[in-house]
């Protein structure tokens, strides 16, 4: 059973950095699945911020985030970040990592449905 673990939020001021991280167990290979951040804040729907496959070539991002937000990952770690610089209140959500077991960062990669396993979420608030 794939099991995510997501760690990194908290609280900072407008304008701070956070980086997330969500650490894969229960794989045979890290490198059989592509991960995605994904977050929600109260009352919005669930908002996809960026994937990654390995070996990490392809890494789209949404908009809202483009330049700002970086996604790594490290294999040795079996662990995906996200660096998240220049905050803004309405970057505050839970955050949450999926894990696509095909592999890649589809066209589709912004769709909830294609990820196969979540993790519980972490808090990120920004106070402005």
């Known amino acids: 059973q794939v099991e995510l673990e997501e760690s990194g939020g908290g609280s900072v001021q407008a304008g701070g950095s956070l980086r997330l991280s969500c650490t894969a167990s229960g794989l045979t290979s890290f490198e059989s699945i592509a991960v995605a951040w994904f977050r929600q804040a109260p009352g919005k729907e669930r908002e996809a911020i960026s994937c990654i496959e390995a070996p990490g070539l392809n890494t789209p991002y949404a908009n809202s985030v483009k330049g700002r937000f970086t996604i790594s990952r490290d294999s040795a770690k079996n662990t995906t970040f996200l660096q998240m610089n220049s905050l803004k209140p309405e970057d505050t959500a839970m955050y949450y990592c999926?894990?696509?077991?095909?592999?890649?960062?589809?066209?589709?990669?912004?769709?909830?449905?294609?990820?196969?396993?979540w993790g519980q979420g972490t808090q990120v608030t920004v106070a402005s």
């Open positions: 999926a894990a696509d077991v095909r592999g890649y960062c589809s066209v589709r990669w912004q769709n909830a449905y294609q990820y196969n396993y």
